[in-house]
């Protein structure tokens, strides 16, 4: 979200073979796909209408992941406890209540083990079919991975620490409706504390169906809607970021990252689509849910 370069691996496509039978199994493989596609969705697809009912709180775990071999990662890793997320719960409950949601805690981080594992990168330029089996494969990865303990766990979110020295720009972190799935790049060291977990918050929305509201080539917050305030005098410097626009405005040219969700708002536009605010409908491509592979 936050647009930082893709430093990620790029995943070759497999050569396509010629041969007549090789196209008519692709093509069999395709059709399978979207049919199980079809079926996660159907049998899933009140699960967004749940998690944004905002009547209890959502569960997010917290699955932290070494990225790196660094001992840099490996301590902050280690160190890392519940109250570390907890800035992330106080936003939403201070967020929620300005929108009138009556839940004191609306969302609940909870730590969990760390994972030995990583999960399934997406090459950038990936088509639609191989997106979508890669989608497959992310949901596969973390139902095998997560999910094995007795407290409710509504969202999970990946989080993969890498050591700032080593890796200083991550790829794009990501959070899928389907499956209430997000993965996370962040940095192994406190002072990244604070926007790590603003792209913890975004990502998390995201999960629920809330969209950016920036422009993808620019980052620059789209107006009105990816302002903290578009009705601030004077309207520069932006007081706030909006949580899915993920930058504020200093001026009408530059912009900045938020430091933390202190700096962060969300506006009414994503309000409406994580249902704070009445009259939103489900998206039409967030008809999925967890409870799926
Ligand atoms: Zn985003």
Redesign the pocket.
Known sequence: ??GRHIAGRRIAARPLHSTPRAGTFRQLRILVLLIVLLLVSVTTCETRYLSTHWRSPLYVSIYPIAADASPVTRAYVEALDSERFKPIDAFFAREAKRYGVELDAPVKTRLRPELRDSPPRRAPDASIPVTMLWSLRLRFWAWRVSGHVAEPEDIRMFVLYHDPALTPVVP????LPQGLIGVVYAFATPDMDGSNDVVIA??LL?TLG???K?DLQTDAPSFPDGYGDPHQVPLYPQATAEL?A?RRMLSATQLEEPRDLDEVVVGPATALEIRWLPGASPHPSDQAGRGAL
């Open positions: 979200m936050t794009h972190s990501l959070g975004h990502e995201h809330a969209t950016d920036y899915m993920g």
